[in-house]
């Protein structure tokens, strides 16, 4: 079963570093875009049946996590394997890492803070990476850096945040597997909301 992560931006193909295409947000203001990527965890399937299949995830980073780098396009696709034939329904993950899952120490794969998706200062995963410039931004270079993190909330500390995101879609129509045949989810990812 192959998922397919697709970055748009409002009804149009996410291009980075495009000078002459601006993008624009719900408050019309512009942008461009530099670099995107992000981690998505704990990916689960839905059968007819209401069970689920859930692709295996290891402590120490090297299966269940990705990281999908808009500059590398081969990692848009998340090939899971070993999915037992059925009729699917929905698909169900994780827009983040949650730290409480893995091991403390060397992580390797998608974990591996080699990825530059690692806050040293804060010990903890970068969940989305956006980055670009817009006119209205009074930063250096007209700058927008835009990197989400946390998935641990405290109500007496205001900077621990749970930013994990789980979002559960539905197939437009039941995705079948079977021995010989692959079934494919195509998933739009929309950096202008």
């Known amino acids: 079963f192959t998922l397919e992560f697709d970055s748009r931006a409002g009804d149009a193909n996410l291009q980075l570093n495009t000078a002459n295409t601006l993008y624009a947000n719900a408050k019309g203001q512009t942008f461009n875009v530099t670099l995107f990527q ?10 007819e049946d209401g069970t689920y299949f859930e692709d295996p995830m290891s402590t120490d980073g090297s299966k269940g996590f990705y990281l999908i780098r808009e500059t590398e396009p081969g990692s848009e696709e998340i090939v899971l394997t070993d999915v037992p034939a059925g009729q699917y329904t ?10 409480n899952q893995i091991n403390q120490g060397a992580q390797t794969g998608a974990l591996d803070p080699a990825n530059m998706m690692f806050w040293s200062w804060n010990s903890g995963w970068i969940f989305v990476a956006f980055e670009g410039t817009s006119p209205q931004s ?3 270079g007209n700058a927008i850096v835009y990197h989400t993190g946390g998935y641990k ?3 007496a500390n205001a900077n ?4 994990l ?3 559960t879609l539905a197939f437009g129509e039941t995705a079948q597997v079977e021995k010989g045949r692959e079934a494919t989810g195509h998933i739009l990812f929309d950096v202008a909301k």
């Open 38 to 47: 992000y981690y998505i965890s704990n990916i689960k399937l839905k059968r």
């Open 138 to 140: 009074t930063e250096t």
């Open 153 to 155: 909330s405290d109500p």
């Open 160 to 163: 621990l945040v749970n930013n």
């Open 165 to 167: 995101r789980t979002k």
């Open 90 to 99: 929905e698909v169900t993950f994780t827009i983040g890492v949650d730290g």
